[in-house]
């Protein structure tokens, strides 16, 4: 019996491909991978920053610093919704961010984060880099297309200290030199909810403006 049992086994798997679906029911379709995929979703406020610019440390380098007076989080109006989505094959990933309550022409900087809730933690991906951000917000509104390239650029434009610290993700704790080079690194971080966006502004430079922590969508 056990013979025949396995016989059909070698004999039943074949066929069940033979009509372009694969053991697990899935149609099998390579050119489907340009899809999206996973959609992460932000609600950005104020209230997400670990801190006050009051409490910038002394040590901050001076691209760090706020040059504008700065606003406590409970005053600050600003709000921001975003999604970061990824395609099926993790060649890619689309970032889309609307604002509220921030002038354009104050806007510094635009980050994609690895970090817990509340943790100020390296960068991933620059998206000021070789952008002019006060055009790319004139609506309120921006979106980003983001591939490898633009990972590895953030570790490739760090020096010294202070760019280890942060630039570049972890792609675990136990090996903090080992980081994150693609987008399907980014994705796993995503999935882990250890990533967030963060605006930056002139008043609201070290630890940003608005930010959001990103979680996946049911």
Same mark, same amino acid.
């Given at each position: 019996?056990?013979?025949?049992?396995?016989?059909?086994?070698?004999?039943?798997?074949?066929?069940?491909?033979? +009509?372009?679906?694969?053991?697990?029911?899935?149609?099998?379709?390579?050119?489907?991978?340009?899809?999206?995929?996973?959609?992460?979703?932000?609600?950005?406020? =104020?209230?997400?920053?670990?801190?006050?610019?009051? +409490?910038?440390?002394?040590f901050?380098?001076?691209?760090?610093?706020s040059?504008?007076?700065?606003?406590?989080? $409970?005053?600050? $109006?600003?709000?921001?919704?975003?999604?970061l989505?990824?395609?099926? /094959?993790?060649?890619?990933?689309?970032? *889309? %961010?609307?604002?509220?309550?921030?002038?354009?022409?104050?806007?510094?900087?635009?980050?994609? *984060?690895?970090?817990? =809730?509340?943790?100020?933690? =390296?960068?991933?991906?620059?998206?000021?880099?070789?952008? +002019?951000?006060? $055009?790319?917000?004139? /609506?309120?509104?921006?979106?980003?297309e983001?591939?490898?390239? /633009?990972?590895?650029?953030?570790?490739e *434009?760090?020096?010294?200290?202070?760019?280890?610290?942060?630039?570049?993700?972890?792609?675990?704790?136990?090996?903090? %030199? +080992?980081?994150?080079k693609?987008?399907?690194?980014?994705?796993?971080?995503?999935?882990?909810?250890?990533?967030?966006?963060?605006?930056?502004? $002139?008043?609201?430079?070290?630890?940003?403006?608005?930010?959001?922590?990103?979680? =996946?969508?049911?």
């Amino acid at each position: 019996m056990r013979y025949l049992a396995l016989v059909f086994m070698i004999f039943a798997i074949p066929a069940a491909a033979q +009509d372009g679906s694969s053991i697990s029911g899935i149609e099998l379709n390579p050119s489907r991978g340009s899809e999206i995929g996973a959609v992460f979703e932000a609600w950005l406020s =104020p209230h997400q920053q670990g801190g006050e610019e009051r +409490d910038t440390p002394s040590f901050t380098p001076q691209a760090f610093q706020s040059t504008s007076p700065s606003v406590d989080r $409970k005053d600050r $109006k600003s709000r921001g919704h975003g999604t970061l989505s990824f395609s099926r /094959d993790l060649s890619r990933a689309f970032a *889309h %961010l609307k604002i509220e309550g921030v002038e354009n022409e104050e806007i510094t900087m635009f980050h994609i *984060h690895c970090g817990r =809730p509340g943790q100020l933690g =390296p960068i991933i991906v620059d998206i000021g880099m070789n952008r +002019d951000l006060a $055009k790319e917000f004139a /609506d309120g509104e921006v979106f980003v297309e983001i591939t490898n390239e /633009d990972i590895v650029a953030v570790l490739e *434009h760090s020096s010294g200290l202070v760019g280890a610290f942060t630039a570049g993700c972890p792609i675990i704790l136990a090996n903090p %030199l +080992d980081r994150v080079k693609t987008v399907s690194g980014m994705a796993q971080i995503a999935f882990e909810r250890e990533l967030y966006f963060n605006l930056h502004t $002139k008043s609201q430079t070290f630890f940003g403006d608005i930010r959001g922590q990103l979680h =996946p969508v049911d």
